[in-house]
């Protein structure tokens, strides 16, 4: 004979599997959803809108796959801590000046004084961190000015110390960024990562060193206006390919193969969406800069004019040195590696490669700078993105470089309409979700907005 609890127990709502397989699927899934609300999202798709009603729907789930965001960030201790605050208060008291000067439940605010180094000291840091904090020179940096902090100069030291890192960048670069729009001596854009990133290649050919620059950026801008996605993207083709100005066609004039040194990508993943499957881009929201397994900087700047001039946007980014460091070998030659900024660039390419969890190949990833890694993750990219494009026919996609050839690639038969099962065999063959960046999409195309539009 049965308890009481147990008879009860059986009554209770049993948690299923989140669906997984192909076919039809007309019930959504209502007890996993890991996403609420106005979290599941897609820019592409729709915008954020009504955000005070944060816990519904604004987006068709049945639809609409949501867009995987990636992001990077610091926990820092210590008098870099200290500093990160007293940004705070800064923009806090300015604010409250110009906004809410008689409004009392908005009080000015102080900074701490420390009068022991003690007092800095983090002991509980079990309480939120899996292992022991590494010990780095940490340093925070700025864009400010007179209207986000009230000074009465303009301080653009984000963009000074993205410079000196990538002049004194010995073996590789490492950059994620939202955005990418930095072109030397042009009329519009005045940053100078890109004369800096230029000067840096050029250095590395003249010298025949072996050197290389990874640069991760989102596969679209994150819009879901065709005119403000069309206006990033001609400033970031502008910048990486299209025209005379760009970095590429700039170290072409100089006799330097830019593939040789410089390559883009992107992220993407896939899934099981109501029994069909699916595939969105993972937007890239970071700002890093990883040099040499040694030195990092990390924040909110992106490399654009808003982010760096300083008289523009308020960013906050902190560089990193590493005070730990072990032995490595960089194109077979032994290295000093950095522990943070090492294990911290290894965690990225392992989650881009599929390697994150477990690594039956045993692919190596310690030496980003040798030809053969170099080129294993420049074919993971291609292999990817060919798999994707023939599976969904994703775009954007270097197959299309005019406007008109949209709908000729995207009206093609899919495998996944075709042969779903066939078509899910194939994403098994996905290493991870790193994919190549189309340098050559719409290439041929002039897609800048007309100057009437808002954008």
């Given at each position: 004979?049965?308890?009481?609890?147990?008879?009860?127990?059986?009554?209770?709502?049993?948690?299923?599997?989140?669906?997984?397989?192909?076919?039809?699927?007309?019930?959504?899934?209502?007890?996993?959803?890991?996403?609420?609300?106005?979290?599941?999202?897609?820019?592409?798709?729709?915008?954020?809108?009504?955000?005070?009603?944060?816990?519904?729907?604004?987006?068709?789930?049945?639809?609409?796959?949501?867009?995987?965001?990636?992001?990077?960030?610091?926990?820092?201790?210590?008098?870099?801590?200290?500093?990160?605050?007293?940004?705070?208060?800064?923009?806090?008291?300015?604010?409250?000046?110009?906004?809410?000067?008689?409004?009392?439940?908005?009080?000015?605010?102080?900074?701490?004084?420390?009068?022991?180094?003690?007092?800095?000291?983090?002991?509980?840091?079990?309480?939120?961190?899996?292992?022991?904090?590494?010990?780095?020179?940490?340093?925070?940096?700025?864009?400010?000015?007179?209207?986000?902090?009230?000074?009465?100069?303009?301080?653009?030291?984000?963009?000074?110390?993205?410079?000196?890192?990538?002049?004194?960048?010995?073996?590789?670069?490492?950059?994620?960024?939202?955005?990418?729009?930095?072109?030397?001596?042009?009329?519009?854009?005045?940053?100078?990562?890109?004369?800096?990133?230029?000067?840096?290649?050029?250095?590395?050919?003249?010298?025949?060193?072996?050197?290389?620059?990874?640069?991760?950026?989102?596969?679209?801008?994150?819009?879901?206006?065709?005119?403000?996605?069309?206006?990033?993207?001609?400033?970031?083709?502008?910048?990486?390919?299209?025209?005379?100005?760009?970095?590429?066609?700039?170290?072409?004039?100089?006799?330097?193969?830019?593939?040789?040194?410089?390559?883009?990508?992107?992220?993407?993943?896939h899934d099981v969406l109501m029994g069909s499957l699916v595939t969105e881009i993972i937007y890239v929201h970071s700002k890093l800069m990883i040099i040499d397994d040694r030195m990092a900087i990390c924040g909110s700047a992106?490399?654009?004019?808003?982010?760096?001039?300083?008289?523009?946007?308020?960013?906050?980014?902190?560089?990193?040195?590493?005070r730990e460091e072990e032995d490595g070998i960089f194109n077979g030659k032994q290295v000093r590696l950095g522990k943070f900024c090492a294990s911290w660039r290894k965690r990225l390419f392992a989650m881009m490669l599929g390697?994150?969890?477990?690594?039956?190949?045993?692919?190596?990833?310690?030496?980003?700078?040798?030809?053969?890694?170099?080129?294993?993750?420049?074919?993971?990219?291609?292999?990817?993105?060919?798999?994707?494009?023939?599976?969904?026919?994703?775009?954007?996609?270097?197959?299309?470089?005019?406007?008109?050839?949209?709908?000729?690639?995207?009206?093609?038969?899919?495998?996944?309409?075709?042969?779903?099962?066939?078509?899910?065999?194939?994403?098994?063959?996905?290493?991870?979700?790193?994919?190549?960046?189309?340098?050559?999409?719409?290439?041929?195309?002039?897609?800048?907005?007309?100057?009437?539009?808002?954008?």
């Amino acid at each position: 004979k049965k308890s009481l609890q147990e008879e009860e127990s059986e009554d209770e709502e049993k948690p299923e599997e989140p669906q997984s397989y192909i076919g039809p699927s007309p019930v959504i899934d209502t007890k996993h959803r890991y996403f609420v609300g106005k979290d599941y999202s897609n820019p592409y798709e729709k915008d954020f809108e009504t955000l005070e009603k944060y816990s519904e729907d604004f987006i068709d789930r049945k639809a609409v796959p949501r867009m995987p965001w990636h992001d990077e960030a610091l926990v820092v201790f210590g008098k870099v801590a200290r500093d990160v605050a007293r940004h705070f208060i800064q923009r806090w008291n300015i604010h409250k000046c110009e906004k809410f000067l008689y409004e009392e439940s908005y009080p000015f605010l102080l900074p701490k004084t420390y009068d022991d180094a003690e007092e800095l000291r983090v002991s509980y840091w079990k309480d939120f961190l899996e292992s022991r904090p590494f010990e780095v020179d940490a340093q925070c940096l700025r864009s400010t000015g007179p209207w986000s902090i009230g000074t009465k100069i303009i301080e653009n030291s984000i963009q000074n110390a993205y410079i000196q890192m990538i002049d004194a960048a010995k073996y590789y670069i490492y950059i994620e960024n939202q955005f990418f729009i930095t072109i030397a001596g042009d009329n519009v854009v005045k940053n100078q990562l890109a004369e800096a990133l230029y000067r840096r290649v050029v250095r590395a050919h003249t010298l025949d060193e072996k050197f290389r620059i990874y640069i991760v950026l989102p596969l679209l801008p994150g819009f879901d206006n065709v005119n403000a996605v069309q206006a990033v993207l001609y400033f970031i083709m502008r910048s990486i390919t299209k025209g005379e100005t760009s970095l590429f066609k700039r170290l072409e004039r100089a006799g330097v193969p830019p593939d040789e040194y410089v390559s883009f990508y992107g992220m993407r993943a896939h899934d099981v969406l109501m029994g069909s499957l699916v595939t969105e881009i993972i937007y890239v929201h970071s700002k890093l800069m990883i040099i040499d397994d040694r030195m990092a900087i990390c924040g909110s700047a992106n490399i654009n004019d808003r982010s760096l001039l300083g008289q523009r946007d308020s960013e906050f980014c902190v560089v990193i040195n590493d005070r730990e460091e072990e032995d490595g070998i960089f194109n077979g030659k032994q290295v000093r590696l950095g522990k943070f900024c090492a294990s911290w660039r290894k965690r990225l390419f392992a989650m881009m490669l599929g390697i994150l969890t477990e690594n039956p190949k045993n692919i190596d990833i310690s030496d980003p700078v040798s030809d053969e890694f170099y080129n294993y993750f420049r074919d993971t990219a291609r292999k990817n993105t060919l798999i994707y494009e023939e599976v969904f026919a994703t775009l954007p996609s270097d197959r299309v470089r005019r406007f008109d050839q949209v709908g000729q690639y995207t009206e093609v038969p899919k495998l996944k309409d075709i042969d779903p099962i066939r078509a899910q065999e194939k994403l098994k063959e996905i290493q991870g979700t790193v994919v190549e960046y189309p340098l050559y999409f719409l290439d041929e195309e002039n897609y800048l907005p007309s100057l009437r539009t808002r954008e």
